[in-house]
């Protein structure tokens, strides 16, 4: 029954790789993020989409490619992975944009570790 | 956005209330203060919410002054299960600024027995 699930939890893989990482939601919401939390903690949005439109782009490397299937996923491809890209990848969604409560559910984490 | 400024850390005991403040001087009139915490190694969980008023629901309150300067996040009976990073953040509500939440360094609770 979980609201935001992401797979997978853990990956470890090398630089110059290719992966991906997926995030679904069953919670009916319409928009859906990405963050990473990097090694001193601090958590930064990537990416946001609203109904399957890119809202929010933060100056994140084109190697870095969001895809919205559909509303309830937002998969997040990175390409040519460096050492700078580990971190762990959250994953949230919300019931629309404006307006008072629009409270963000978070997914457990993807710890991405390049080697 | 409006920024914001927490203590670092702080210490409270189980069983009693934490008062976790939150300065955000440059608050304007269409921004939220949103309350949200990260236990270890978990996403983060929404707390609370506020524009103007106090606020309470079953796990805090949320008391902003007057001049929404500031304001204060209450957890009236701190357990063991509190100990997290708490985020205090202020959120733009137009559609334009997209729900982005941006959030600073927080404030490390632990609730010691």
């Known amino acids: 029954d979980t609201a935001v699930s992401q797979t997978p939890k853990y990956l470890v893989t090398q630089m110059g790789n290719d992966k991906s990482i997926k995030c679904e939601q069953n919670l009916g919401h319409d928009t859906m993020y990405w963050y990473k939390q990097d090694s001193k903690k601090f958590l930064k949005i990537m990416f946001s989409y609203n109904n399957k439109e890119l809202i929010i782009n933060e100056t994140v490397p084109n190697r870095f490619s969001p895809k919205s299937p559909d509303k309830a996923h937002l998969n997040l491809h990175i390409n040519s992975l460096e050492l700078g890209d580990s971190a762990v990848y959250f994953c949230a969604s919300s019931l629309g944009l404006a307006g008072g409560r629009r409270e963000q559910y978070f997914g457990p984490g993807t710890r991405l570790t390049v080697t | 956005d409006a920024k914001t400024t927490q203590p670092t850390s702080m210490d409270c005991a189980e069983g009693r209330a934490a008062n976790l403040p939150c300065n955000h001087s440059?608050?304007?009139?269409?921004?939220?203060v949103y309350w949200y915490r990260q236990i270890h190694s978990q996403g983060p969980q929404y707390i609370i919410h506020?524009?103007?008023n106090n606020e309470t629901n079953e796990m805090a309150s949320l008391i902003i002054t007057e001049d929404r300067k500031s304001s204060t996040l209450i957890l009236p009976h701190a357990t063991l299960r509190d100990t997290a990073v708490y985020y205090c953040i202020v959120r733009v509500a137009g559609e334009a600024a997209g729900n982005k939440l941006t959030f600073g360094g927080g404030t490390r609770v632990l609730v010691k027995p």
């Open positions: 506020g524009l103007k």
């Open positions: 440059t608050i304007s009139g269409n921004e939220y």
